[in-house]
């Protein structure tokens, strides 16, 4: 009985420690990720910021407004299927 609860505590203790072995992979995943998206401001951006009031960033041009009013008409003025009655 000695060697089955052996045998017992050291795969429970494989399976908590793959637990958190992929916990402690997920969350480096996650913090890279988000590390990606937040902009840094450094010291050249504050000394831009202090010489010109302003900083620019490289972000997805903006959105063509007339464009989307157009798509949205079109999508609105489109024909519906009836929905079929049983």
């Known amino acids: 009985m000695t060697m089955l609860s052996f045998l017992l505590a050291l795969v429970s203790a494989f399976l908590v420690?793959?637990?958190v072995a992929s916990?402690?992979?997920l969350r480096l995943r996650l913090?890279?990720?988000?590390?990606?998206r937040t902009p840094v401001?450094?010291?050249?951006?504050?000394?831009?910021?202090l010489e010109?009031?302003?900083?620019?960033?490289?972000?997805d041009p903006?959105?063509?407004?007339?464009?989307i009013n157009e798509e949205e008409r079109r999508f609105?003025?489109?024909p519906w299927d009836e929905p079929e009655e049983w």
């Open 17 to 19: 420690g793959l637990v």
């Open 23 to 25: 916990g402690v992979h």
């Open 31 to 36: 913090r890279e990720r988000l590390g990606r």
């Open 41 to 49: 401001v450094d010291d050249q951006a504050i000394r831009k910021i």
């Open 52 to 59: 010109e009031g302003v900083i620019t960033a490289e972000d």
């Open 62 to 67: 903006p959105l063509d407004l007339d464009e």
């Open 76 to 78: 609105w003025t489109e």
